[in-house]
């Protein structure tokens, strides 16, 4: 079955560690998403990329790093300089084309206390 | 600036009974409307969207959305609303290839 899968659903830090977050998707699809959610505040863009070894800042890009090494992945880092990392992680992909449906993955669910 | 109000955080109806939730953008030309839904600790899944056309869209799960210009709103509606339709509906507007923004969303409960 074609899809976007994330690993794990559930994830426990300690303030001051960095955490990372993975995505894979097996839609063939040349852009991926990474997206933060928050109750009452929707979903804000964090990363996206459009093509392998490449990608840009969202909206709320501080605090967080991203890596395009294969189509199929972009896994998320979740830096210490990230000063409210708790939250509920989305991960995206679709075509590249203008109108593309934006695919989601199942989400990971990050807490750091 | 693009932007997208869901000006209803929170509704509840009888089950059977209609639904409409309320959608308004700002955007300076036409642009690509999606609805997405989310059941609680899931992922999100398309509803409907809105290119061109026809304004009166049809979806999953029963779902259609109208698309009005003059009031820059993209209502989803349900004539009969079951209890698995629970769920956060989150409306959405494409900007560029890209550009993807969401509304604050609407908590739907449905009670029996």
């Known amino acids: 079955d074609g899809g976007i899968t994330q690993s794990p659903k559930y994830l426990f830090r300690k303030e001051g560690q960095n955490v990372t977050l993975s995505c894979e998707q097996n839609?063939?699809?040349?852009?991926m998403y990474w997206y933060r959610q928050d109750p009452g505040q929707g979903l804000r863009l964090i990363y996206y990329?459009?093509?392998?070894?490449?990608?840009q800042k969202g909206d709320i890009a501080e605090g967080y790093s991203v890596s395009r090494e294969k189509k199929e992945s972009f896994p998320l880092t979740v830096t210490s300089a990230q000063k409210n990392p708790t939250a509920f992680y989305l991960c995206?992909?679709?075509?590249?084309?203008?109108?593309?449906?934006?695919?989601f993955g199942p989400g990971t669910r990050l807490t750091v206390t | 600036a693009q932007s997208v109000t869901q000006p209803d955080i929170h509704i509840t109806v009888s089950e059977g009974a209609s639904l409409e939730l309320r959608c308004n953008y700002s955007y300076g030309a036409t642009p690509y409307l999606f609805w997405y839904v989310q059941s609680p600790g899931q992922g999100l899944q398309l509803l409907l969207k809105?290119?061109?056309?026809?304004?009166l869209v049809q979806g999953i799960k029963g779902f259609e959305a109208e698309f009005k210009r003059s009031q820059s709103s993209f209502n989803l509606r349900k004539p009969s609303v079951h209890w698995s339709d629970a769920a956060e509906y989150f409306c959405a507007v494409q900007t560029g290839a890209n550009n993807l923004f969401f509304g604050t969303g609407t908590r739907l409960t449905v009670i029996p």
């Open positions: 990329s459009q093509i392998v070894n490449d990608f």
């Open positions: 995206a992909s679709s075509g590249v084309r203008f109108g593309g449906e934006q695919y």
């Open positions: 839609l063939n699809h040349d852009a």
């Open positions: 809105y290119f061109s056309g026809d304004t």
